[in-house]
Nanobody, 124 residues
Framework: QVQLVESGGGLVQAGGSLRLSCAASGRAFNGYTMGWFRQAPGKEREFVSGITWFGTGTDYAGSVKGRFTISRDNAKNTVYLQMNSLKPEDTAVYYC?????????????????WGQGTQVTVSS
């Protein structure tokens, strides 16, 4: 069992930045590919970014590419999402997820563990 806790959400003006963190605990964090997803009101949960265990493989949704950066510190069992140039359409609850695997996948059903989410609100 892996427990995930997100933090770092909040209210920010358009053009601003936020850094989300996801701290993992429980069974060994080794070998888990991590993903960030988001869900806006009335919409389905969507893939934002993912990173492999060694951090050598990353992927981003087209809507955030060039603005968001995912990283991880395995010594701290923590994954980060640096979000720059935020837009009102980035407003959503952001979720951290983990899946034991090699490649990053955007498929929400491939992830076994989820955090409780952190709210990000971008005002115009």
């Amino acid at each position: 069992q892996v427990q995930l806790v997100e933090s770092g959400g909040g209210l920010v003006q358009a053009g601003g930045s936020l850094r989300l963190s996801c701290a993992a605990s429980g069974r060994a964090f080794n070998g888990y590919t991590m993903g960030w997803f988001r869900q806006a009101p009335g919409k389905e949960r969507e893939f934002v970014s993912g990173i492999t265990w060694f951090g050598t493989g990353t992927d981003y949704a087209g809507s955030v590419k060039g603005r968001f950066t995912i990283s991880r510190d395995n010594a701290k069992n923590t994954v980060y999402l640096q979000m720059n140039s935020l837009k009102p359409e980035d407003t959503a609850v952001y979720y951290c997820a983990a899946q034991y695997g090699v490649a990053v996948t955007a498929n929400v059903h491939e992830y076994s563990y989820w955090g409780q989410g952190t709210q990000v609100t971008v005002s115009s």
